[in-house]
């Protein structure tokens, strides 16, 4: 199943209405070319101008929304859970990134200690080891 664009959704709408987009572009504010550049995706609108267009249009704001910023989606609907992500997943991650680790300089011996944190409880994501591994590296210096 292709995914719809925003573009064609306001397209479409605006083609069932019997509108041109120099009437939308009236009735929200703006110019036709700008309507244009919407229903072509070579834009994305305003939260202020999706509103509008949802209003003129009879559209659902949050479908709108979604549509030129998807990346809300995971922000709105993944906001009645929590973003936990697999214990063991999050070690996997961490531990194949090895642009990290040479950056880092992560030993092999700090990896295995690394490796046991894990065991202890949920690590919700990858960068939360580095955390684990400065804790680690700063309780290891002596003091001056």
């Known amino acids: 199943m292709r ?3 925003l573009g064609e959704v306001l397209r479409k709408a605006r083609v069932s209405l019997g509108i041109t987009q120099c009437e939308v ?9 700008h ?11 305003s939260l202020r101008l999706l509103r509008k267009l949802a209003d003129v249009l009879g559209l659902g704001r949050r479908d709108l929304l979604f549509l030129s910023h998807p990346e809300v989606r995971d922000l709105i609907i993944g906001a009645d859970k929590p973003a936990r992500e697999n214990p063991v997943d999050s070690w996997e991650r961490f531990a194949s990134n090895v642009a990290l680790h040479r950056r880092y300089e992560v030993t092999a011996a700090e990896l295995r200690v ?4 894990k ?8 960068s939360h080891f580095m955390f ?3 804790a680690i590296r700063q309780a290891s210096v002596p003091p001056d």
Not at 25 to 33: A, E, I, P
Not at 36 to 45: Q, T
Not at 119 to 126: A, D, I, K, Q
């Open 25 to 33: 572009g009236r009735l929200t504010g703006v110019k036709t070319s």
């Open 114 to 117: 690394l490796s046991r944190v």
């Open 3 to 5: 995914t719809r664009t």
């Open 35 to 45: 309507i244009a550049y919407l229903e072509n995706g070579r834009r994305r609108p």
């Open 119 to 126: 065991l202890l409880g949920h690590v919700s994501c990858p």
């Open 132 to 134: 684990v591994l400065n």
